[in-house]
């Protein structure tokens, strides 16, 4: 229950294309749902996050899509670029538990 | 500049000796946490601190202790209990508050030889 899987492990997309990444859960108490950005040998940063009131939430060329019936939301990428390539981690948190589960991660190649 | 600091970057250490990785942030922030990387497996939490001189247990706490003595500082040990303990090592703080940003460290990359 407490688990968020992630899917794919490994992305490749040419320059341009709209990489999609997706996570599904099963705990319903979860309202917070964040994805991360982690660039080889450095820790993840907060690339954008979302609450189950909407179904959608854009910052630049990312967008989060939320699906709150199927228990699922997903990440896309407008316009990806090679600097986009990197490990994506979606998570989910609990309020009041303070604490990220945090779904396999996938790693993204843009090809130039 | 604020942020989290660990150390070292690298670490190696021969099996069934202890280690104790470095935290320090510099951001006032009262939560704490060590999440432990491996691949294809996410990151996994192994401890958190809400406040000084607490700390809680997270999903894979069997092998490792943590101090929390001062706000600032939350350093990890990997002890010879720990049966796999090679990986890479995260450590994120963040506010007294629920949903938000956890900021993280670069990382120390363990191996045990």
């Known amino acids: 229950q407490q688990q968020v899987k992630q899917s794919p492990q490994s992305l490749i997309v040419q320059k341009g294309g709209i990489p999609i990444i997706n996570c599904a859960y099963e705990?319903?108490?979860?309202?917070?749902f964040p994805w991360y950005q982690q660039f080889p040998g450095k820790g993840p940063a907060l690339l954008i996050a979302i609450r189950p009131d909407v179904s959608e939430k854009k910052e630049g060329r990312f967008t989060i899509s939320f699906n709150k019936s199927a228990k699922q939301f997903s990440l896309h990428i407008m316009d990806s670029q090679p600097g986009d390539s990197a490990t994506y981690f979606c998570?989910?948190?609990?309020?009041?538990?303070?604490?990220?589960?945090f779904g396999q991660g996938t790693r993204l190649t843009i090809n130039p | 500049d604020g942020g989290i600091t660990q150390s070292p970057k690298y670490l190696f250490r021969k099996e069934g000796q202890n280690v104790t990785l470095s935290c320090e942030q510099n951001l006032n922030h009262d939560a704490m946490y060590w999440y432990r990387q491996d691949p294809g497996q996410g990151l996994r939490l192994i401890y958190y601190?809400?406040?000084?001189?607490?700390?809680q247990k997270g999903d894979i706490a069997e092998g490792y202790s943590v101090s929390r003595e001062k706000k600032e500082s939350f350093p990890l040990t990997v002890t010879s209990a720990q049966k796999n303990p090679t990986a890479f090592y995260l450590c994120?703080?963040?506010?007294?508050?629920?949903?938000?940003?956890?900021?993280f460290g670069q990382g120390t990359r363990l191996t045990v030889v």
């Open positions: 705990n319903t108490a979860f309202d917070y």
């Open positions: 601190s809400q406040i000084v001189n607490d700390f």
């Open positions: 998570a989910a948190s609990i309020q009041g538990a303070q604490k990220l589960v």
């Open positions: 994120a703080s963040s506010i007294q508050a629920v949903n938000t940003e956890a900021f």
